[in-house]
């Protein structure tokens, strides 16, 4: 994926956005590693390093979502 493209999931919006050289690297809200691709995603502010750990924060929104209407 480009930065500057996105996709939508039920429930929320993922960003591609460059993962700048000049700057330290980001670290993923899910694994807690610096983001070493060229590029992070974003969702709700946080920071992912790949789309598996985008994915896997989704999965974890939708199964508190769904706890909170039982």
Do not use: E
């Amino acid at each position: 994926m480009r930065p500057g493209s996105s996709w939508v999931t039920p429930g929320y919006k993922v960003s591609v956005l460059p993962n700048n050289h000049r700057m330290s690297r980001s670290v993923c809200s899910i694994c807690a590693k610096h983001c070493s691709q060229n590029v992070v995603y974003q969702c709700s502010g946080l920071i992912f390093c790949s789309r598996r750990c985008a994915m896997l924060a989704g999965m974890r929104k939708q199964r508190r979502d769904r706890k909170n209407i039982y």
